[in-house]
């Protein structure tokens, strides 16, 4: 039931690794508008909810009972964790180590253990099953960030072609 859950997990990183190929360090650390993250901001958050948001949070749900889960303060961790500060290459290998260990974990857990709930402190119960396929969500959420920070970069070069287009 989770196979598609676990093949987007499995996959996402050799995704995100082929659309940042080619890109520059300079592109990678371009905002497509203000406010918005640069590649190399999504990189260092994908990282960061790969251990603290996710593992820890899983792990916990499946070695104790109903535990409390912290809110993710995903802008806060900007600053406080200085995304911008990190090398984007390195991230992203960082990343891949991390979510190969987490892809064997996942597939080693039971039927049961996917059941285990804990309490969000934000959103209230949910189950392993359910913040793994949240997981998979966000992946494909982030990974579609990153084609749109792509698209958005080649806007300014279209010319009177850009009137077919409104830009959010
Ligand atoms: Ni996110």
Do not use: C
């Not at 984007?88 to 892809?103: F, G, I, K, Y």
């Amino acid at each position: 039931m989770l196979r598609d859950v676990l093949e987007i997990l499995a996959t996402t990183p050799e995704k995100v690794r082929r659309e940042i190929a080619s890109m520059s360090p300079h592109e990678l650390k371009a905002s497509p508008a203000p406010g918005k993250w640069s590649v190399r901001r999504v990189l260092a958050h994908l990282e960061d909810v790969e251990e603290v948001g996710m593992r820890q949070r899983l792990e916990a749900m499946v070695t104790s009972d109903r535990p409390t889960l912290a809110a993710f303060d995903q802008e806060a961790r900007v600053d406080a964790m200085h995304y911008d500060g990190k090398d984007p290459r390195r991230t992203l290998a960082s990343w891949e180590r991390q979510r190969r260990a987490n892809v064997r974990w996942l597939r080693r857990l039971k039927p049961a253990q996917f059941k285990r709930r804990g309490l969000h402190e934000k959103v209230g119960e949910i189950s392993v099953e359910e913040l793994v396929t949240e997981w998979a969500f966000h992946d494909l959420g982030h990974l579609k960030q990153i084609l749109e920070i792509k698209r958005y970069a080649l806007y300014p070069r279209m010319g009177n072609m850009q009137a077919f287009y409104q830009l959010t």
